[in-house]
């Protein structure tokens, strides 16, 4: 069993009044002895990050305290003359341990981001994936998530009022597909429409339905995954898919 969470943010005056609000409520999740958690897409006013060590520091130090695995978002990254939206990974001991890159920029993003091509696995207390977003659109990067080997799937992302209803959609679809799990948190304010779920799998009578959990009346939630339940699902699903042309 793995015990996995999310945090919904809303508005902060500057990064600093965020992560000192966020970290809060990463203790709290801490003391569940929460084993993965996970932040939305951009929801730091300055969303361009020079040095995750050190803007996240008080993450890294949170994450090595409760041996958990912290997710932080993901946000701009320059190097070079290259753009792209990352998102950072914090193990168990404190240490940035690699970053997934949002493989499909959203509209106004293909102008100045550069797209990801490469959907890694992490591996902390179970393998997992994360989809940033409008990754989650697209079956492929779920589907390949999945095919090497993840276990669960987290989604940091940042979804507008007008946009949370296909947003559900996508990602129970996404979640039924492959027979996964998913983490999906967002950002809560006037323009952005919170609604962050934990989707977890259940068979009633040999059909497979979704359970939704939300952060009803807070910010953070938690649930307890029984990995090997989802392990069996997925072989079957794989056994029952056809190759065609």
């Known amino acids: 069993m793995t015990s996995v969470g999310l945090i919904q943010t809303k508005s902060y005056v500057n990064n600093k009044e965020g992560i000192q609000n966020i970290s809060k409520l990463l203790k709290n999740l801490g003391n569940a002895e929460t084993e993965i958690v996970c932040l939305p897409e951009q ?46 990974v914090i ?8 970053k997934q890159e949002k493989i499909h920029p959203y509209d106004y993003e293909k102008e100045t981001v550069s797209a990801g091509t490469e959907a890694k696995i992490f591996k902390t207390s179970c393998k997992f994936g994360i989809m940033i977003c409008y990754d989650t659109v697209f079956p492929g990067v779920a589907q390949m998530l999945a095919n090497k080997g993840a276990e669960i ?3 940091p992302s940042r979804i507008v009022k007008e946009g949370i209803e296909p ?11 492959n027979r996964i799990p998913i983490i999906a948190p967002n950002v809560e304010n ?6 962050s779920m934990i989707i977890e799998l259940v068979k009633e009578e040999k059909i497979v339905k979704t359970k939704i959990t939300k952060p009803e009346g807070g910010f953070e939630i938690s649930a307890d995954i029984t990995l090997s339940n989802y392990k069996k ?9 056809n190759k065609f042309q």
């Open 43 to 88: 929801w730091l006013p300055n969303n361009e990050i020079k040095d995750y060590d050190q803007e996240f520091l008080e993450f890294k130090k949170i994450s090595k305290e409760y041996s958990m695995t912290i997710i932080p978002g993901a946000f701009y990254e320059k190097n070079g003359n290259k753009i792209s939206i990352n998102s950072p």
């Open 91 to 98: 193990s168990p001991e404190g240490e940035i341990i690699g």
């Open 153 to 155: 799937l987290f989604s």
């Open 167 to 177: 947003w559900k959609m996508y990602v129970q679809v996404r979640s039924l597909e």
């Open 190 to 195: 006037i323009k952005f429409g919170g609604n």
């Open 233 to 241: 699902m997925r072989i079957q699903r794989s056994e029952d898919r």
